[in-house]
């Protein structure tokens, strides 16, 4: 019980693929979704801050938003969804997204997240103090994850079926 999608560029409005539409991850091209997304990363920062300096939160928020992140994004595989009988088993969260095309608003969209957590997290942290290291490693490793070329590709066979 596949149905069918088109994808078509945001910016030119030119059809890029008309690819069939995977439930489990079809609701992230709502633009409600991303604005609940938001809104979830601004309330952590509220937290952590109320607990840590201000600034500093933006580090905890960025660290803890990568761990997750990649987590949920890049190693958990397969579909809740019974419908799809097992044909994504072997794609991790961000493999199912479009369907692997590249390229659409909404991979660009969690692209750049975690790039201006990146940048939130260094500019506000007092340099003296801040681990620009590990924010470093979080958004490198993070990046990398998401490029076209690292579509179900499999480092050293880590996370391989």
């Given at each position: 019980?596949?149905?069918?999608?088109?994808?078509?560029?945001?910016?030119?409005?030119?059809?890029?693929?008309?690819?069939?539409?995977?439930?489990?991850?079809?609701?992230?091209?709502?633009?409600?979704?991303?604005?609940?997304?938001?809104?979830?990363?601004?309330?952590?920062?509220?937290?952590?801050?109320?607990?840590?300096?201000?600034?500093?939160?933006?580090?905890?928020?960025?660290?803890?938003?990568?761990?997750?992140?990649?987590?949920l994004?890049?190693?958990?595989?397969?579909?809740?969804?019974?419908?799809?009988?097992?044909?994504?088993?072997?794609?991790?969260?961000?493999?199912?997204?479009?369907?692997?095309?590249?390229?659409?608003?909404?991979?660009?969209?969690?692209?750049?997240?975690?790039?201006?957590?990146?940048?939130?997290?260094?500019?506000?942290?007092?340099?003296?103090?801040?681990?620009?290291?590990?924010?470093?490693?979080?958004?490198?490793?993070?990046?990398?994850?998401?490029?076209?070329?690292?579509?179900?590709?499999?480092?050293?066979?880590?996370?391989s079926?």
């Amino acid at each position: 019980m596949t149905t069918t999608a088109v994808v078509t560029s945001p910016r030119t409005g030119v059809k890029l693929a008309a690819v069939p539409t995977n439930r489990n991850t079809e609701w992230l091209n709502q633009k409600a979704a991303w604005a609940f997304y938001i809104i979830l990363i601004l309330l952590s920062w509220l937290v952590v801050a109320s607990w840590t300096d201000p600034g500093l939160a933006w580090t905890y928020v960025h660290l803890g938003h990568g761990a997750i992140t990649y987590f949920l994004l890049h190693w958990n595989k397969g579909s809740p969804i019974q419908d799809d009988q097992g044909i994504y088993d072997s794609m991790t969260f961000w493999e199912q997204i479009d369907d692997g095309v590249q390229g659409t608003a909404t991979r660009k969209f969690f692209t750049v997240v975690p790039v201006a957590l990146f940048l939130l997290a260094s500019h506000a942290t007092d340099f003296r103090r801040q681990p620009l290291g590990l924010n470093l490693l979080v958004v490198v490793v993070l990046t990398i994850a998401k490029m076209s070329r690292m579509h179900r590709v499999r480092i050293f066979g880590i996370n391989s079926d």
